[in-house]
Structures are given as structure tokens and as C-alpha cells.
């Protein structure tokens, strides 16, 4: 996997990354409201179990991070998203009404696709010094 140059599966890997976490953090509205939960919500109902699970999904996206190249200081931003959103996830309901509002996976696949876009910019510009003004 070339990490500077995103081809056919990486981008069909972005877009399986982007359902993912629609899943988690967006699956369901709020009747009546623009608010959207997701099943990183339900699951973490389950005390402790739920937001590990949630935080073991959450790695996969992380996983496809690493793998793929993205820089270790945008990796370490998504381990404290993870983070953050497991710990705050262990107090119940509060957590969980958290979740609604913190959305990890969503901040991560964001760092992804940001990595990727500027990466495609940047070597576009190369590619045509015209683009690059």
C-alpha cells in the first residue's frame, strides 16, 4: 500500500471506514431533533464491556490509520479521541450521553480523509506547478 497515493482500495477502505463509523456514531435520529446516536451509544450501555468493545471498533479504523501512513501526531490525536471517548464512556449515562455529542469515529475517519485529501493536493500541485497558485 502506497500511503501517499490513495488507489481503488484504499478509497473503497475509506468508504467502508466512513460507514463504519456512520454506524457508531450516526445510525439513529432523534425523533423531533437533528441529534444522531449510534450503536457506540448502545453497546456502551453495557457497563465496561460495551465501551471496550466500542474502543476494540474504534482500533480498526486506528489499524487502517497506521497501516495506510498517516503521520504518528495525527495517529496519536485518534488514540486520544478513542481514549477519551472509552474513558468518559465507563461513567454510566453520562457517558453514554457523551458519546451522542463526541462522535470519535467520525472525528477519525475526518483525520483520515484530511490526510488523504491534502496528500492528493499536495501531489497534484506537484504534478501541475499551474494548480499550485
Known amino acids: 500500500m502506497d ?3 490513495p488507489d481503488a482500495s484504499i478509497r473503497e477502505t475509506l468508504v467502508r471506514l466512513q460507514r ?3 454506524l ?3 445510525a439513529f435520529p432523534i425523533p423531533g431533533t437533528n441529534i444522531r446516536f449510534g450503536f457506540d451509544s448502545i453497546i456502551g ?3 465496561v464491556a460495551g465501551d471496550t468493545v466500542s474502543a476494540a471498533i474504534s ?5 487502517f490509520a497506521r497501516k ?3 503521520p504518528r ?8 479521541n478513542i481514549f477519551v471517548d472509552w474513558l468518559i464512556g465507563l461513567v454510566p449515562l453520562v457517558g453514554d450521553m457523551f458519546d451522542i455529542g463526541f462522535k470519535a ?4 475517519v475526518r483525520i483520515i480523509m484530511t490526510h488523504f485529501e491534502r496528500r492528493m493536493n499536495s501531489e497534484a500541485a506537484d504534478a501541475d506547478p499551474a494548480r499550485a497558485t
Do not use: H
Request: aromatic share 10%.
Open 3 to 5: 500511503p501517499g497515493r
Open 20 to 22: 463504519l463509523s456512520d
Open 24 to 26: 457508531m456514531d450516526r
Open 45 to 47: 450501555l453495557i457497563p
Open 59 to 63: 482500533g480498526y479504523i486506528y489499524t
Open 68 to 70: 495506510a501512513g498517516v
Open 73 to 80: 501526531r495525527k495517529r496519536m490525536k485518534m488514540v486520544w
Open 105 to 108: 469515529n467520525t472525528r477519525n
